[in-house]
């Protein structure tokens, strides 16, 4: 056994708290509360997860977080940098059109076409026997005339309007640029962010489906904010207030991950890409400590 897990179970011991009322208070898993009292962290998906969890045990039993990573900071995973989870690092894309779909919309332009030049042929076909037709009945109508040779100068009536042709066209184009637009919306994933976990103050967060991670905190009263990504660099620290910095704004673009502290989270709202962020933890609860993992994207 470790010294920060003889500690921990120490403390949980003299509060007179088993395993099991621990894991009601935390919503960790026994065998997680297990291993980080006998200092085995094998069994956790990460160095993320070991450090939350420890932080989620120790503010069960009040004690001080920070004074415990401090203390014991030689058994403890030190960094959040290594990589996500590999079931958390990529979104599978989901394509939203079968593959019969697929090959309807291929050969759809060919069909037009087709169809274009039936209607073309047989337009033809209607002038030349409605002109033909009508030199017949007139030459029988007349025996008794003289010939005359006619000069066939309705030949150029007898041709597809022009105006006709270019509308069928311009029709064709438009039908064909439809169907690729809205194959193009189909297959876009709408950006997804989910509460994953939440526990006291602390509330996890997963964004996926985003081109952009930009975080931009608005105050409606005042309220103390800080920004930070995974590895413990500060972006923004202030007070934000009405009358003076009532927002920031921050991109995380090139960060996968983000910690957000929020002094006063009832008058404070938090967007990212734009999209409100719904509060995991009530916002009555003022001060709340924020994560929120940056899924990228597949190309």
Excluded: C
């Excluded at 509460?195 to 991670?213: C, H, M, P, V």
Aim: net charge negative; charged share 25%; aromatic share 8%.
């Amino acid at each position: 056994m470790s010294e920060l897990g003889n500690r921990l179970k120490e403390v949980r011991l003299a509060k007179g708290l088993s395993l099991d009322d621990l894991q009601s208070m935390t919503k960790i898993q026994k065998r997680y509360l297990i291993g980080i009292e006998e200092g085995n962290y094998s069994s956790m998906p990460g160095n993320f997860y070991v450090r939350a969890f420890i932080k989620q045990y120790a503010e069960a039993l009040s004690l001080n977080p920070d004074e415990i990573f401090e203390t014991y900071q030689g058994e403890i995973p030190a960094t959040y940098n290594e990589d996500l989870p590999q079931q958390l690092s990529r979104v599978k894309t989901h394509k939203t059109l079968t593959e019969g779909n697929s090959k309807i919309f291929a050969i759809l332009p060919k069909i037009l076409i087709g169809v274009f030049v039936i209607g073309v042929a047989s337009l033809l076909y209607y002038f030349i026997s409605n002109h033909a037709g009508g030199n017949s009945n007139e030459s029988i109508g007349k025996e008794t005339e003289p010939a005359k040779i006619v000069k066939s100068n309705n030949l150029e009536k007898d041709k597809p309007d022009d105006k006709v042709v270019k509308k069928n066209n311009e029709n064709q184009k438009d039908n064909t640029a439809q169907v690729e637009e809205q194959t193009a919306v189909e297959e876009t994933p709408k950006q997804e962010i989910t509460a994953i976990q939440s526990s006291g103050r602390n509330s996890t967060y997963e964004l996926k489906n985003a081109d952009k991670f930009v975080v931009k905190l608005v105050s409606k009263g005042q309220t103390w904010v800080s920004i930070k990504n995974g590895k413990g660099k500060s972006f923004f620290q202030g007070t934000l207030k009405t009358g003076g910095t009532e927002s920031q704004t921050e991109d995380l673009s090139a960060e996968s991950l983000a910690v957000i502290r929020v002094g006063n989270a009832a008058d404070t709202e938090i967007y990212v890409n734009d999209q409100k962020l719904e509060y995991a933890v009530p916002a009555t609860a003022n001060v709340q400590n924020i994560t929120i993992q940056y899924v990228l994207k597949e190309e």
